[in-house]
């Protein structure tokens, strides 16, 4: 078993900044990949970022690229998600998640196996 707890949600303006964290507890040793979706109301979970758990390598959905990075601290076990100049468009629930291995596409949320509960984020105009 896995737990991941997200926190570092909020309201902020559009312009404004805000990291998230997601601590990662229990079995870890099969980690692949630790990564960001959200999902906004009425709207499908979207991919954000993933950041492989060894290497650190990184990757981002195009909405992001340049306001949005995605870090590791493996020795705290916690992944972190920096986000900069948020916009209104970026309001949704943050979902931490984890990928087992390299199989199936990073952005597609079938290919993580566990989820956290989410964190809320609303930026204002």
């Known amino acids: 078993q896995v737990q991941l707890a997200e926190s570092g949600g909020g309201s902020v303006q559009a312009g404004g900044s805000l990291r998230l964290s997601c601590a990662v507890s229990g079995r870890t040793v099969s980690t692949h990949g630790m990564g960001w979706f959200r999902q906004a109301p009425g709207k499908e979970r979207e991919f954000v970022a993933v950041v492989t758990w060894g290497g650190g390598n990184t990757y981002y959905a195009d909405s992001v690229k340049g306001r949005f990075a995605i870090s590791r601290d493996i020795s705290k076990n916690t992944v972190y998600l920096q986000m900069i100049n948020l916009k209104p468009e970026d309001t949704a629930v943050y979902y931490c998640?984890?990928?087992?291995?390299?199989?199936?596409?990073?952005?597609?949320?079938?290919?993580?196996?566990?989820w956290g509960q989410g964190t809320q984020v609303i930026v204002s105009s």
């Open positions: 998640a984890r990928r087992p291995n390299w199989s199936g596409a990073y952005d597609y949320a079938g290919s993580y196996d566990y």
